[in-house]
């Protein structure tokens, strides 16, 4: 079955910084990779997804990349802000599977004021 | 409002005492899972559903059934409970399994003595 791995597992930058999140994935079947964001205490957010189709996608201040020779994609926030200050999970999945989404094992990215 | 409802949130209860965790959407999804999340770990699958009636297996399926008899319902539930099942559980739904937004439930704590 899949695998996915995450890295950094935390991460902190300086308010402004940018933040970047790193995801390898092992089935080279998967097409769809979402970034979900989990706030403390609440419930896991999809912020931004990206279908194997496409290289590089943006929205506002968060991008994501994929690299499918490589098996791997990443999160990347510019411009960090308090409010960005949460876990991040990384998953993988094959369109047309039963299955759901295989996720990655989070990152604690925490934006210093 | 478009949602995801679980109850209880909080539960503390007893090895061996059997419980049930609820889950309802109320968006027509006909896909439905189960995850728990622990601490290095991030999300992984319990049990999922792509219908009423039909269920299968996630990564984690030890130790839980689900029943699925209602499209907005699919229960979790735990027949004689362990610590090693202290956990944070949330429920999941989406139109699509594997290509689609999911839409987390609020999560409940559960904690086994």
């Known amino acids: 079955g899949e695998n996915v791995e995450q890295h950094p597992s935390t991460l902190s930058v300086q308010e402004g910084d940018s933040a970047v999140i790193k995801c390898t994935y092992s089935?080279?079947?998967?097409?769809?990779f979402p970034w979900y964001k989990q706030e403390l205490g609440k419930r896991p957010q999809l912020i931004i997804d990206?279908?194997?189709?496409?290289g590089e996608k943006k929205d506002q201040r968060i991008a994501v990349t994929l690299n499918k020779t490589a098996k791997h994609f990443s999160l990347h926030i510019t411009e960090t802000q308090p409010e960005d200050s949460a876990v991040y999970f990384c998953?993988?999945?094959?369109?047309?599977?039963?299955?759901?989404?295989?996720f990655g094992s989070g990152t604690q990215l925490t934006v210093l004021p | 409002e478009a949602q995801v409802t679980q109850n209880p949130r909080y539960l503390i209860t007893v090895t061996g005492k059997k419980l049930t965790v609820t889950c309802s959407q109320n968006?027509?999804?006909?896909?439905m899972s189960w995850y728990r999340q622990d601490p290095g770990l991030g999300l992984r699958q319990i049990y999922y559903?792509?219908?009423?009636?039909?269920?299968d297996k996630g990564d984690v399926p030890e130790g839980y059934k689900v029943s699925r008899k209602e499209k907005r319902n699919f229960p979790l539930i735990l027949e004689s409970p362990s610590p090693n099942q202290t956990s944070l559980y949330f429920c999941?739904?989406?139109?699509?399994?594997?290509?689609?937004?999911?839409?987390f439930g609020p999560g409940t704590r559960l904690t086994v003595l």
């Open positions: 999941a739904s989406s139109f699509q399994p594997s290509t689609d937004t999911q839409y």
């Open positions: 089935d080279s079947a998967s097409n769809y």
């Open positions: 990206i279908r194997s189709n496409v």
């Open positions: 998953a993988a999945s094959t369109s047309g599977s039963a299955r759901q989404l295989t």
């Open positions: 968006m027509n999804h006909e896909y």
């Open positions: 559903s792509m219908n009423v009636e039909v269920t």
